[in-house]
């Protein structure tokens, strides 16, 4: 069974930084690109970046650029999104998906930039 | 970048009726090795999103075949035969063709 278990979310003040996390399990993790997804509360879907198989390929949204970085450990089986420079719309559930149809999701972390 | 653009953005639907909401992409999905990565998911309430279909009419696992995928271009449609109480959520476009990807605004299915 594929799973994807997001963590790391929590609040923070504007400005900081936080790292997200998503354990993957149930499939070959380093035959497949990842994704983070976000949903800020109450509103749609947002892709926030993309990362190929073997870690040398990054795609970003504007909204983020310069500010997130996506990586990958695929001796942990392990996604990763290291947040800085956080502004209050950032604060949005954070998804991981499996690329590159995003056929599996996690249940998502809670980031919430706030003073 | 590519914009993805849903109607209704509402529909309530009386159970066993039908429904159908529309996806309208800015440009072609149609990628160079010709393929059309053009996704549906449907996300119940307090739930994450969930694939139904991929490239416009690829069933995911586990899907109801009440559900249908169609279009090609620029214009998609997600069908519902026979709407059941289980199918309440919200429904959204994806596009995988190109970078960003980007989804449609939603469309809420709700019972009349």
């Known amino acids: 069974e594929v799973l994807l278990l997001e963590s790391g979310g929590g609040l923070v003040q504007p400005g900081g930084s936080l790292r997200l996390s998503c354990a993957a399990s149930?499939?070959?993790?380093?035959?497949?690109?990842m994704s983070w997804v976000r949903q800020a509360p109450g509103k749609g879907l947002e892709w926030v970046s993309t990362?190929?198989?073997?870690?040398?390929?990054?795609h970003y949204a504007d909204s983020v650029k310069g500010r997130f970085t996506i990586s990958r450990d695929n001796s942990k089986n392990t996604l990763y999104l290291e947040m800085n420079s956080l502004r209050a719309e950032d604060t949005a559930l954070y998804y991981c998906?499996?690329?590159?149809?995003?056929?599996?999701w996690g249940q998502g972390t809670l980031v919430t930039v706030s003073s | 970048d590519i914009v993805m653009t849903q109607t209704p953005l509402s529909s309530p639907v009386i159970l066993g009726q039908p429904a159908s909401i529309s996806c309208r992409s800015s440009?072609?999905?149609?990628?160079?090795?010709?393929?059309?990565?053009l996704s549906w998911l449907q996300q119940r309430p307090g739930q994450p999103p969930r694939l139904l279909f991929y490239?416009?009419?690829n069933r995911f696992s586990g899907v109801p075949d009440r559900f249908s995928g169609s279009g090609a271009g620029t214009d998609f449609t997600l069908r519902i035969s026979r709407v059941e109480a289980e199918d309440v959520g919200v429904y959204y476009c994806?596009?995988?063709?190109?970078?960003?990807?980007?989804f449609g605004q939603g469309t809420k299915v709700e019972i009349k």
């Open positions: 998906a499996r690329e590159f149809i995003l056929d599996y």
């Open positions: 149930g499939f070959t993790f380093s035959n497949f690109a």
């Open positions: 990362i190929s198989e073997t870690g040398g390929g990054t």
């Open positions: 440009q072609s999905l149609v990628h160079s090795n010709g393929n059309t990565y």
């Open positions: 490239k416009i009419s």
């Open positions: 994806m596009q995988a063709t190109s970078f960003p990807r980007t």
